[in-house]
Protein backbone atom coordinates (compact mmCIF):
# COMPACT_ATOMS: atom_id res chain seq x y z
CA UNK A 1 0.00 0.00 0.00
CA UNK A 2 1.18 3.15 -0.93
CA UNK A 3 1.76 5.80 1.72
CA UNK A 4 -0.81 8.57 2.07
CA UNK A 5 2.12 11.41 1.69
CA UNK A 6 2.71 10.25 -2.22
CA UNK A 7 -0.49 11.61 -2.31
CA UNK A 8 -0.19 15.41 -4.18
CA UNK A 9 -3.32 16.27 -3.23
CA UNK A 10 -2.81 15.83 0.35
CA UNK A 11 0.62 17.24 0.07
CA UNK A 12 -0.56 20.87 -1.22
CA UNK A 13 -3.66 20.55 1.17
CA UNK A 14 -1.36 19.72 4.44
CA UNK A 15 1.34 21.98 3.55
CA UNK A 16 -1.60 25.02 3.14
CA UNK A 17 -2.91 24.04 6.15
CA UNK A 18 0.47 23.62 8.22
CA UNK A 19 1.29 27.81 7.61
CA UNK A 20 -2.35 28.37 7.99
CA UNK A 21 -3.02 26.59 11.18
CA UNK A 22 0.15 28.21 12.55
CA UNK A 23 -0.98 31.74 12.01
CA UNK A 24 -4.58 30.70 13.79
CA UNK A 25 -2.93 29.66 16.86
CA UNK A 26 -0.75 32.74 17.12
CA UNK A 27 -4.01 34.60 17.02
CA UNK A 28 -5.52 32.60 19.56
CA UNK A 29 -3.19 33.13 21.94
CA UNK A 30 -2.83 36.51 21.11
CA UNK A 31 -6.73 37.20 21.53
CA UNK A 32 -6.80 35.52 25.02
CA UNK A 33 -3.89 37.55 26.36
CA UNK A 34 -5.70 40.50 24.78
CA UNK A 35 -8.81 40.02 26.12
CA UNK A 36 -7.31 39.16 29.86
CA UNK A 37 -5.25 41.87 29.43
CA UNK A 38 -8.39 44.18 29.07
CA UNK A 39 -10.54 42.54 31.75
CA UNK A 40 -8.17 41.01 33.87
CA UNK A 41 -11.00 38.54 34.69
CA UNK A 42 -11.16 34.76 34.37
CA UNK A 43 -14.52 34.94 33.61
CA UNK A 44 -14.37 37.25 30.34
CA UNK A 45 -12.23 34.72 29.39
CA UNK A 46 -14.55 31.84 29.78
CA UNK A 47 -17.36 34.14 27.52
CA UNK A 48 -14.91 34.32 24.90
CA UNK A 49 -14.61 30.30 24.91
CA UNK A 50 -18.69 30.37 24.78
CA UNK A 51 -19.26 32.43 22.00
CA UNK A 52 -16.12 31.51 19.31
CA UNK A 53 -17.51 27.51 20.03
CA UNK A 54 -21.54 28.40 21.03
CA UNK A 55 -22.00 28.17 17.06
CA UNK A 56 -21.12 24.74 16.45
CA UNK A 57 -23.88 23.83 18.78
CA UNK A 58 -26.27 25.05 16.67
CA UNK A 59 -24.96 25.46 13.17
CA UNK A 60 -22.75 21.91 12.54
CA UNK A 61 -25.65 19.61 12.06
CA UNK A 62 -26.90 21.75 8.91
CA UNK A 63 -23.12 21.79 8.09
CA UNK A 64 -23.01 18.49 7.62
CA UNK A 65 -25.63 18.44 5.28
CA UNK A 66 -24.27 20.88 3.34
CA UNK A 67 -20.80 19.41 3.63
CA UNK A 68 -23.12 16.02 2.27
CA UNK A 69 -25.00 17.79 -0.89
CA UNK A 70 -22.06 20.54 -2.28
CA UNK A 71 -18.91 20.42 -3.00
CA UNK A 72 -16.64 19.74 -0.39
CA UNK A 73 -13.69 21.34 -2.04
CA UNK A 74 -15.92 24.49 -2.92
CA UNK A 75 -16.99 24.91 0.37
CA UNK A 76 -13.26 25.21 2.15
CA UNK A 77 -12.56 27.32 -0.09
CA UNK A 78 -15.39 30.05 0.60
CA UNK A 79 -14.95 28.94 4.36
CA UNK A 80 -11.23 29.68 4.00
CA UNK A 81 -11.94 33.18 2.33
CA UNK A 82 -14.48 34.32 4.86
CA UNK A 83 -12.18 33.76 7.87
CA UNK A 84 -9.41 35.94 5.98
CA UNK A 85 -11.82 38.50 6.01
CA UNK A 86 -12.71 37.86 10.20
CA UNK A 87 -9.02 38.01 10.25
CA UNK A 88 -8.36 41.53 8.64
CA UNK A 89 -10.83 42.74 10.11
CA UNK A 90 -9.86 41.62 13.62
CA UNK A 91 -6.22 43.13 12.21
CA UNK A 92 -7.55 46.67 11.45
CA UNK A 93 -9.24 46.78 14.71
CA UNK A 94 -6.01 46.22 17.00
CA UNK A 95 -3.85 48.00 14.75
CA UNK A 96 -6.04 51.11 14.64
CA UNK A 97 -6.45 50.94 18.63
CA UNK A 98 -9.61 51.03 18.22
CA UNK A 99 -10.23 47.44 19.99
CA UNK A 100 -13.75 46.92 22.60
CA UNK A 101 -14.63 43.80 23.89
CA UNK A 102 -17.88 44.13 22.32
CA UNK A 103 -15.78 43.94 18.87
CA UNK A 104 -13.96 41.00 20.41
CA UNK A 105 -17.45 39.06 21.03
CA UNK A 106 -18.77 39.77 17.79
CA UNK A 107 -15.62 38.70 15.59
CA UNK A 108 -15.23 35.84 17.80
CA UNK A 109 -18.83 34.71 17.51
CA UNK A 110 -18.46 35.08 13.39
CA UNK A 111 -15.23 32.98 13.50
CA UNK A 112 -17.51 30.11 15.55
CA UNK A 113 -20.05 30.25 12.62
CA UNK A 114 -17.49 29.89 9.87
CA UNK A 115 -15.75 27.00 11.78
CA UNK A 116 -18.73 25.46 12.24
CA UNK A 117 -18.90 24.94 8.46
CA UNK A 118 -15.35 24.61 7.91
CA UNK A 119 -14.09 21.69 10.35
CA UNK A 120 -17.03 19.21 9.36
CA UNK A 121 -16.06 19.60 5.62
CA UNK A 122 -11.84 19.37 5.86
CA UNK A 123 -12.91 16.09 7.99
CA UNK A 124 -14.49 15.00 5.56
CA UNK A 125 -12.56 16.08 2.45
CA UNK A 126 -9.24 14.77 3.55
CA UNK A 127 -11.22 11.18 3.06
CA UNK A 128 -12.28 12.14 -0.29
CA UNK A 129 -8.55 12.50 -1.29
CA UNK A 130 -8.04 9.27 -0.31
CA UNK A 131 -7.49 6.42 -3.30
CA UNK A 132 -7.54 3.68 -0.27
CA UNK A 133 -10.20 3.28 2.56
CA UNK A 134 -7.23 1.75 4.20
CA UNK A 135 -5.56 4.67 4.54
CA UNK A 136 -7.82 6.72 6.29
CA UNK A 137 -6.17 6.07 10.25
CA UNK A 138 -2.83 7.52 8.52
CA UNK A 139 -4.45 10.32 6.86
CA UNK A 140 -6.26 11.36 9.83
CA UNK A 141 -2.98 10.93 12.03
CA UNK A 142 -1.02 13.10 9.93
CA UNK A 143 -3.76 15.69 9.98
CA UNK A 144 -4.46 15.51 13.92
CA UNK A 145 -0.31 15.61 13.84
CA UNK A 146 0.14 18.60 11.86
CA UNK A 147 -2.87 20.28 13.98
CA UNK A 148 -1.12 19.61 17.26
CA UNK A 149 2.52 20.25 15.79
CA UNK A 150 0.92 23.81 14.49
CA UNK A 151 -0.54 24.08 18.20
CA UNK A 152 3.26 23.48 19.63
CA UNK A 153 4.76 25.75 16.86
CA UNK A 154 2.08 28.73 16.61
CA UNK A 155 1.70 29.67 20.51
CA UNK A 156 5.52 29.83 20.67
CA UNK A 157 5.89 31.95 17.82
CA UNK A 158 3.24 33.60 19.45
CA UNK A 159 4.76 34.41 22.45
CA UNK A 160 7.85 35.78 21.31
CA UNK A 161 5.95 38.03 19.11
CA UNK A 162 3.54 39.36 21.73
CA UNK A 163 6.98 40.00 24.21
CA UNK A 164 8.76 41.92 21.37
CA UNK A 165 5.97 43.59 18.82
CA UNK A 166 2.56 43.11 20.39
CA UNK A 167 -0.05 41.15 19.72
CA UNK A 168 -1.24 43.21 16.45
CA UNK A 169 1.71 41.37 15.10
CA UNK A 170 -0.13 38.11 15.86
CA UNK A 171 -3.30 39.31 13.87
CA UNK A 172 -1.83 40.25 10.75
CA UNK A 173 0.18 37.24 10.27
CA UNK A 174 -2.84 34.99 10.78
CA UNK A 175 -4.74 37.03 7.93
CA UNK A 176 -1.89 36.49 5.62
CA UNK A 177 -1.44 33.11 6.54
CA UNK A 178 -5.01 32.01 4.96
CA UNK A 179 -3.20 32.80 1.42
CA UNK A 180 -0.74 29.81 1.73
CA UNK A 181 -4.40 27.44 2.01
CA UNK A 182 -5.97 29.14 -0.13
CA UNK A 183 -3.60 28.99 -2.81
CA UNK A 184 -2.61 24.92 -2.30
CA UNK A 185 -6.66 24.18 -2.32
CA UNK A 186 -6.76 26.17 -5.77
CA UNK A 187 -3.74 23.54 -7.25
CA UNK A 188 -5.65 20.28 -5.54
CA UNK A 189 -7.63 18.25 -7.43
CA UNK A 190 -9.83 16.17 -5.90
CA UNK A 191 -13.01 14.13 -7.32
CA UNK A 192 -16.16 15.32 -6.10
CA UNK A 193 -18.02 13.60 -3.18
CA UNK A 194 -21.72 12.10 -4.94
CA UNK A 195 -24.93 12.05 -2.73
CA UNK A 196 -27.19 8.95 -3.79
CA UNK A 197 -29.73 12.40 -4.34
CA UNK A 198 -29.84 16.00 -3.76
CA UNK A 199 -33.48 16.41 -4.24
CA UNK A 200 -33.86 15.16 -0.67
CA UNK A 201 -34.92 18.39 1.95
CA UNK A 202 -32.60 19.47 4.50
CA UNK A 203 -34.62 18.34 7.24
CA UNK A 204 -35.03 14.97 5.89
CA UNK A 205 -31.65 14.54 5.29
CA UNK A 206 -31.23 15.69 9.17
CA UNK A 207 -33.47 13.20 10.58
CA UNK A 208 -31.43 10.22 8.39
CA UNK A 209 -28.36 11.40 9.68
CA UNK A 210 -29.16 11.68 13.58
CA UNK A 211 -30.43 8.24 12.68
CA UNK A 212 -27.89 7.23 11.30
CA UNK A 213 -25.64 8.12 14.03
CA UNK A 214 -27.36 7.42 17.04
CA UNK A 215 -29.07 4.52 15.71
CA UNK A 216 -25.73 2.78 15.31
CA UNK A 217 -24.51 1.71 19.60
CA UNK A 218 -20.15 2.22 18.28
CA UNK A 219 -20.77 5.63 16.77
CA UNK A 220 -23.25 6.91 19.24
CA UNK A 221 -21.11 5.69 22.16
CA UNK A 222 -18.00 7.51 20.49
CA UNK A 223 -19.39 11.11 20.09
CA UNK A 224 -21.40 10.62 23.33
CA UNK A 225 -17.29 10.08 25.47
CA UNK A 226 -16.07 12.86 22.70
CA UNK A 227 -18.83 15.43 24.05
CA UNK A 228 -17.98 14.34 27.67
CA UNK A 229 -14.43 15.21 27.49
CA UNK A 230 -14.99 18.09 25.68
CA UNK A 231 -17.07 19.33 28.35
CA UNK A 232 -14.80 19.11 31.14
CA UNK A 233 -11.13 18.38 29.95
CA UNK A 234 -10.83 20.91 27.46
CA UNK A 235 -12.21 23.99 29.19
CA UNK A 236 -8.71 24.23 30.61
CA UNK A 237 -6.99 25.99 28.04
CA UNK A 238 -8.68 29.14 28.16
CA UNK A 239 -7.85 29.76 31.88
CA UNK A 240 -3.90 29.69 30.69
CA UNK A 241 -4.02 32.95 30.50
CA UNK A 242 -4.56 33.76 34.03
CA UNK A 243 -1.94 30.49 35.34
CA UNK A 244 0.56 32.72 33.37
CA UNK A 245 -0.17 35.84 34.81
CA UNK A 246 -1.32 35.42 38.39
CA UNK A 247 0.08 31.47 39.54
CA UNK A 248 2.97 31.83 37.72
CA UNK A 249 3.42 36.28 37.48
CA UNK A 250 5.06 35.47 33.97
CA UNK A 251 4.15 37.18 30.56
CA UNK A 252 3.28 36.68 27.22
CA UNK A 253 6.00 33.71 26.79
CA UNK A 254 4.72 31.92 30.01
CA UNK A 255 1.56 31.35 28.12
CA UNK A 256 3.31 30.32 24.97
CA UNK A 257 5.00 28.07 26.63
CA UNK A 258 2.10 26.04 28.94
CA UNK A 259 0.38 25.85 25.60
CA UNK A 260 3.03 24.92 23.51
CA UNK A 261 4.07 21.86 25.77
CA UNK A 262 0.23 20.64 25.64
CA UNK A 263 0.82 21.25 21.58
CA UNK A 264 4.18 18.92 22.09
CA UNK A 265 1.70 16.25 24.19
CA UNK A 266 -0.40 16.27 21.07
CA UNK A 267 2.14 15.82 18.85
CA UNK A 268 3.65 12.61 20.54
CA UNK A 269 -0.12 11.34 20.76
CA UNK A 270 -0.55 11.92 17.18
CA UNK A 271 2.86 10.23 16.07
CA UNK A 272 2.10 7.46 18.55
CA UNK A 273 -1.24 6.99 17.03
CA UNK A 274 0.29 7.31 13.58
CA UNK A 275 2.81 4.70 14.23
CA UNK A 276 -0.19 1.70 15.41
CA UNK A 277 -1.08 -0.66 12.45
CA UNK A 278 -5.13 -0.42 11.82
CA UNK A 279 -7.44 0.22 14.58
CA UNK A 280 -6.93 -2.73 16.91
CA UNK A 281 -6.73 -2.27 20.57
CA UNK A 282 -7.53 1.59 19.90
CA UNK A 283 -10.62 1.57 22.08
CA UNK A 284 -8.28 0.83 25.03
CA UNK A 285 -6.28 3.83 24.13
CA UNK A 286 -8.84 5.83 24.21
CA UNK A 287 -9.76 4.93 28.40
CA UNK A 288 -6.31 5.36 28.94
CA UNK A 289 -5.51 8.79 27.40
CA UNK A 290 -8.95 10.13 28.95
CA UNK A 291 -7.50 8.79 32.63
CA UNK A 292 -4.21 10.81 31.78
CA UNK A 293 -5.75 13.27 30.63
CA UNK A 294 -7.64 13.65 33.91
CA UNK A 295 -4.82 12.77 36.09
CA UNK A 296 -2.75 15.36 34.23
CA UNK A 297 -5.15 18.03 35.01
CA UNK A 298 -5.52 17.61 38.42
CA UNK A 299 -1.30 17.82 38.88
CA UNK A 300 -1.64 21.21 36.53
CA UNK A 301 -4.28 22.30 39.38
CA UNK A 302 -2.04 21.30 42.29
CA UNK A 303 1.06 22.70 40.73
CA UNK A 304 2.55 26.00 41.80
CA UNK A 305 5.99 25.36 40.13
CA UNK A 306 6.61 25.99 35.91
CA UNK A 307 8.83 23.29 35.11
CA UNK A 308 6.36 20.90 36.83
CA UNK A 309 3.22 22.29 35.35
CA UNK A 310 5.04 22.53 31.89
CA UNK A 311 5.77 18.52 32.03
CA UNK A 312 1.70 18.17 32.85
CA UNK A 313 0.51 20.45 30.38
CA UNK A 314 2.17 18.23 28.02
CA UNK A 315 0.76 14.91 29.33
CA UNK A 316 -2.73 16.98 28.80
CA UNK A 317 -1.84 17.61 25.62
CA UNK A 318 -0.92 13.94 24.95
CA UNK A 319 -3.69 12.65 26.59
CA UNK A 320 -6.60 14.24 24.44
CA UNK A 321 -4.95 14.19 21.24
CA UNK A 322 -5.07 9.44 21.92
CA UNK A 323 -8.95 10.64 22.34
CA UNK A 324 -9.69 12.85 19.69
CA UNK A 325 -7.59 11.82 16.96
CA UNK A 326 -8.50 7.79 18.06
CA UNK A 327 -12.32 8.35 18.64
CA UNK A 328 -12.16 10.54 14.84
CA UNK A 329 -9.99 7.00 13.40
CA UNK A 330 -12.69 4.64 14.38
CA UNK A 331 -15.80 6.82 13.58
CA UNK A 332 -13.93 7.54 9.71
CA UNK A 333 -13.52 3.85 9.36
CA UNK A 334 -17.00 2.72 9.67
CA UNK A 335 -19.22 5.29 8.63
CA UNK A 336 -21.10 5.11 5.19
CA UNK A 337 -19.34 7.68 2.46
CA UNK A 338 -22.49 9.43 1.67
CA UNK A 339 -22.98 10.47 5.33
CA UNK A 340 -19.59 11.24 6.28
CA UNK A 341 -20.08 15.17 5.75
CA UNK A 342 -23.08 14.69 8.44
CA UNK A 343 -21.37 12.48 10.89
CA UNK A 344 -18.65 14.42 11.25
CA UNK A 345 -20.72 17.47 12.24
CA UNK A 346 -22.60 15.37 14.95
CA UNK A 347 -18.56 14.94 16.18
CA UNK A 348 -17.61 18.40 16.16
CA UNK A 349 -21.38 19.66 17.72
CA UNK A 350 -20.40 16.76 20.43
CA UNK A 351 -16.77 18.38 21.04
CA UNK A 352 -17.29 21.96 20.20
CA UNK A 353 -20.74 22.22 21.32
CA UNK A 354 -20.88 21.67 24.86
CA UNK A 355 -17.30 22.82 25.24
CA UNK A 356 -18.33 26.50 25.53
CA UNK A 357 -20.26 25.34 28.27
CA UNK A 358 -17.83 24.45 30.15
CA UNK A 359 -15.70 27.37 29.19
CA UNK A 360 -18.55 29.49 30.81
CA UNK A 361 -18.50 27.62 33.86
CA UNK A 362 -14.80 27.38 34.28
CA UNK A 363 -14.50 31.06 33.94
CA UNK A 364 -17.25 31.34 36.57
CA UNK A 365 -15.80 28.63 39.05
CA UNK A 366 -12.53 30.68 38.42
CA UNK A 367 -13.58 33.84 39.36
CA UNK A 368 -14.89 32.22 42.76
CA UNK A 369 -12.35 29.36 44.06
CA UNK A 370 -9.36 30.13 41.64
CA UNK A 371 -7.99 28.78 38.37
CA UNK A 372 -5.88 25.94 39.71
CA UNK A 373 -8.94 24.36 41.62
CA UNK A 374 -11.03 24.96 38.75
CA UNK A 375 -8.87 22.98 36.69
CA UNK A 376 -8.31 20.34 39.35
CA UNK A 377 -12.24 19.59 39.62
CA UNK A 378 -12.17 19.70 35.66
CA UNK A 379 -9.08 16.57 36.33
CA UNK A 380 -11.16 14.62 38.76
CA UNK A 381 -14.25 15.15 36.17
CA UNK A 382 -12.59 13.69 33.36
CA UNK A 383 -11.30 10.72 34.98
CA UNK A 384 -15.04 9.78 36.39
CA UNK A 385 -15.71 9.99 32.12
CA UNK A 386 -12.54 7.70 31.86
CA UNK A 387 -14.02 5.57 34.24
CA UNK A 388 -17.67 5.68 33.25
CA UNK A 389 -17.19 5.12 29.65
CA UNK A 390 -13.98 1.73 29.59
CA UNK A 391 -16.59 -0.62 29.52
CA UNK A 392 -18.63 0.77 26.38
CA UNK A 393 -15.38 0.98 25.20
CA UNK A 394 -14.29 -2.14 25.61
CA UNK A 395 -17.76 -3.53 23.54
CA UNK A 396 -17.32 -0.91 20.57
CA UNK A 397 -13.75 -2.41 20.29
CA UNK A 398 -15.45 -5.92 19.96
CA UNK A 399 -18.17 -4.44 17.64
CA UNK A 400 -15.95 -2.50 15.39
CA UNK A 401 -12.92 -4.39 14.27
CA UNK A 402 -14.48 -7.29 12.52
CA UNK A 403 -16.00 -5.40 9.96
CA UNK A 404 -12.68 -3.16 9.77
CA UNK A 405 -10.64 -6.96 9.33
CA UNK A 406 -13.10 -7.31 6.47
CA UNK A 407 -12.22 -3.80 5.13
CA UNK A 408 -8.30 -4.75 5.47
CA UNK A 409 -8.18 -1.82 8.26
CA UNK A 410 -7.15 -4.03 10.93
CA UNK A 411 -5.54 -7.14 12.11
CA UNK A 412 -7.00 -9.85 13.44
CA UNK A 413 -6.77 -10.58 17.35
CA UNK A 414 -7.51 -14.24 18.73
CA UNK A 415 -9.66 -13.15 21.44
CA UNK A 416 -11.95 -10.62 19.28
CA UNK A 417 -15.17 -12.11 19.41
CA UNK A 418 -18.04 -10.88 17.55
CA UNK A 419 -20.68 -8.69 19.03
CA UNK A 420 -24.21 -8.47 17.36
CA UNK A 421 -24.95 -4.71 16.98
Not at 24 to 37: K, N
Not at 162 to 185: D, P, Q, R, T
Request: aromatic share 10%.
Amino acid sequence: MKSVLHNKNLQLYFAGQTVSLIGTWMQQIALSWLVYGLTNSPFMLGVIGFISQVPSLLLTPFAGIVADRFNRHRLIMITQVLAMIQAALLTALVWTGQTQLWQLMLLSGVLGAISAFDIPTRQSFVVDMLDDKAQVGSAVSISSSITTLTRLVGPFIAGLVIAWAGEKVCFLANALSYLAVIAALSFVKAKPNLTKSTKTSSLSQLKEGIDYTFGFGPIRDLILFIAFVGLFAMPFAILMPAFAKDVFHGNAFTLGSLTGCCGAGSVIGALFLGSRKGTQALSRWLVIGCALCGIALTGLGLSNYLPLSLITATAVGFGSMVVMAGCITLIQTIVDPDKRGRVMSFVVMAFMGLSPFGCIAAGALANIIGPGKTVITSGICTFIVALFFAPRLKLIHLKVTPSNIEAGIAEAESEIAVVST
